[in-house]
């Protein structure tokens, strides 16, 4: 089945940075896109960025501009979010999903990754 | 940036019930429009996507209309495993995809 398996908790110190990963299965990696949704706690959902799996083209939020990378490895149908310079509101679940679009972020989001815990607290 | 504005953001709401929640946009989205469930502790689910089309494995009490700037999920009688928030999100004008803030769906 289609799948995607996101990397572990994270806790990190404010300035740190992270990276989360997402291995897709089940599909051929490099006929969609991959966006980065994230949401604090109790708060609803923020799109973050987009990157295709066939060209790498990648949209960031603005908000984030800056501060975020989106990386791909085809040869293990895995993608990567970096975020750098960690604040403490930038704690939060941070989910990867499949998009069918290769060319901008949206159409729609299926199927999700689990989800990674990242709190940032001194 | 387009605005999505959901109501109401939360209902309570018996078993069997039928519940309507709608989402506006702050333009036009044509029917770019899509709908996820989310349980608590889980990642969201899509349900509707542009706008009326059911998800594969959605059951079929779930539906979505709406075009232009208003739109509605219904769920025609509501089921113990519906209570969840629901989203709504837009996919017109990207960057940045927006969501809407989500609908509550409480037992009452």
């Known amino acids: 089945q289609i799948q995607l398996v996101q990397s572990g908790t994270e806790v990190k110190r404010p300035g740190a940075s992270v990276r989360v990963s997402c291995k897709a299965s089940?599909?051929?990696?490099?006929?969609?896109?991959i966006s980065w949704v994230r949401q604090a706690p109790g708060q609803g959902l923020e799109w973050m960025a987009w990157?295709?799996?066939?060209?790498?083209?990648?949209n960031y939020a603005q908000n984030l501009q800056g501060r975020v990378t989106l990386t791909t490895d085809t040869s293990t149908s895995t993608a990567y979010l970096e975020l750098r310079n960690l604040k403490s509101d930038d704690t939060a679940v941070y989910y990867c999903?499949?998009?069918?679009?290769?060319?901008?972020?949206?159409?729609?989001?299926?199927?999700w990754g689990q989800g990674t815990l990242v709190t940032v607290s001194s | 940036d387009i605005l999505m504005t959901q109501s109401p953001s939360s209902l309570s709401a018996s078993v069997g019930d039928r519940v309507t929640i709608t989402c506006r946009a702050s333009?036009?989205?044509?029917?770019?429009l899509n709908w996820y469930q989310q349980k608590p502790g889980k990642a969201p689910k899509l349900l509707i996507y542009a706008a009326s089309s059911l998800q594969s494995g959605v059951p079929s009490r779930f539906s979505g209309s709406g075009s232009g700037t208003d739109f509605t999920l219904t769920i025609r009688s509501l089921q113990p495993e519906d209570f969840a928030t629901y989203y709504c999100?837009?996919?017109?004008?990207?960057?940045?995809?927006?969501f809407g803030g989500g609908t509550k769906v409480e037992i009452k």
């Open positions: 999100q837009q996919s017109y004008s990207t960057p940045p995809v927006t």
């Open positions: 999903a499949r998009d069918p679009s290769l060319v901008a972020p949206g159409n729609w989001f299926d199927p």
């Open positions: 089940g599909y051929t990696f490099t006929t969609y896109g």
């Open positions: 990157m295709s799996a066939n060209n790498h083209n990648t």
């Open positions: 333009q036009s989205i044509r029917k770019d």
